[in-house]
């Protein structure tokens, strides 16, 4: 079974730096795009990063400059690098990937748990 484990959540101070992993594990043939979202209480799920098989990657614009994804494929684990952080950045943030294991041939997504960014004042 495939299973995506976050981890590097936790309780910091503004302008601090927290930085996420998301590793996968289980029987894959490929994984493509990887990324992470985040859910704040109140408000809708976004998209905060990704990063393709090929490396290209997109930021929501909250984000940019402070934030960097990153993925070593041979470890299957995608990072996201959270620097300057504000308390607008607290939310659960969730990892995914999209992956074919070796006896399936559409694309699926995996989500990992869920870890808590919590940034006090």
């Known amino acids: 079974q495939v299973q995506l484990v976050e981890s590097g959540g936790g309780l910091v101070q503004a302008g601090g730096s927290l930085r996420l992993s998301c590793a996968v594990s289980?029987?894959?043939?490929?994984?493509?795009?990887m990324g992470w979202y985040r859910q704040a209480p109140g408000k809708q799920r976004e998209l905060v990063a990704s990063?393709?098989?090929?490396?290209?990657?997109n930021y929501t614009d909250s984000v940019k400059g402070r934030f960097t994804i990153s993925r070593d494929n041979a470890k299957k684990t995608v990072y996201l690098q959270m620097n300057s952080l504000k308390p607008e950045d607290t939310a659960v943030y969730y990892c995914?990937?999209?992956?074919?294991?070796?006896?399936?041939?559409?694309?699926?997504?995996?989500w990992g748990q869920g870890t808590q960014v919590t940034v006090s004042s």
């Open positions: 995914f990937a999209d992956f074919q294991t070796p006896i399936m041939t559409l694309r699926r997504r995996g």
């Open positions: 289980g029987s894959i043939f490929r994984i493509y795009d």
């Open positions: 990063v393709t098989l090929g490396g290209s990657t």
